[in-house]
């Protein structure tokens, strides 16, 4: 019996001998990918989510309504490290649902993020003095051109 232990224990320090740093390489990825999976296993997702996880969590959760952009929430609302999640009701129309104890947080981003939004809408816009500018242009613009309409009507009539 001790003589069969022997020869194994021989025969595995012979496969071992003959290991590549390539078959190494992959038994040591295959043990850490099983460590890394182990220990996700247990964390809750962080961020956004979908909203099936964020529900699974066994939680209270709360909503607001966003329309617009949902890539310039999701910037903010990483800054704030707020846990959420979207759920389309409509064209560019969105229900933003999160963790009813991060309300405060949600509300700071929620802030900013209008803010942000209000800052784009003003940037796009060109300021009235300026319309009322651009106007007055196009008016004086036409104004000759009516005049000479009104003159060749005149003309017109006088040769009769």
């Given at each position: 019996?001790?003589?069969?232990?022997?020869?194994?224990?021989?025969?595995?320090?012979?496969?071992?001998?003959?290991?590549t740093a390539q078959t190494l390489a992959k038994a040591l990825n295959a043990v850490l990918r099983k460590i890394q999976k182990?220990?996700?296993?247990?964390?809750?997702?962080?961020?956004?989510?979908?909203?099936?996880?964020?529900?699974?969590?066994?939680?209270?959760?709360?909503?607001?309504?966003?329309?617009?952009?949902?890539?310039?929430?999701?910037?903010?609302?990483?800054?704030?490290?707020?846990?959420?999640?979207?759920?389309?009701?409509?064209?560019?129309?969105?229900?933003?649902?999160?963790?009813?104890?991060?309300?405060?947080?949600?509300?700071?981003?929620f802030a900013e993020y209008t803010k942000k939004v209000m800052g784009r809408a003003r940037g796009r816009q060109t300021p009235?003095?300026?319309?009322?500018?651009?106007?007055?242009?196009?008016?004086?613009?036409?104004?000759?051109?009516?005049?000479?309409?009104?003159?060749?009507?005149?003309?017109?009539?006088?040769?009769?």
């Amino acid at each position: 019996m001790q003589e069969q232990i022997d020869r194994e224990a021989i025969a595995i320090t012979a496969r071992a001998s003959k290991l590549t740093a390539q078959t190494l390489a992959k038994a040591l990825n295959a043990v850490l990918r099983k460590i890394q999976k182990s220990h996700d296993a247990g964390q809750a997702p962080q961020g956004r989510q979908s909203v099936k996880s964020l529900m699974s969590q066994n939680v209270s959760t709360s909503t607001i309504e966003i329309s617009g952009d949902r890539g310039l929430f999701d910037r903010v609302a990483r800054k704030w490290n707020v846990d959420y999640a979207f759920r389309r009701t409509g064209p560019q129309k969105y229900l933003l649902l999160f963790k009813a104890g991060q309300t405060d947080a949600i509300t700071a981003a929620f802030a900013e993020y209008t803010k942000k939004v209000m800052g784009r809408a003003r940037g796009r816009q060109t300021p009235i003095r300026e319309q009322v500018n651009q106007a007055a242009r196009q008016a004086e613009r036409q104004r000759p051109q009516e005049r000479e309409r009104t003159r060749d009507r005149g003309a017109a009539h006088d040769d009769r």
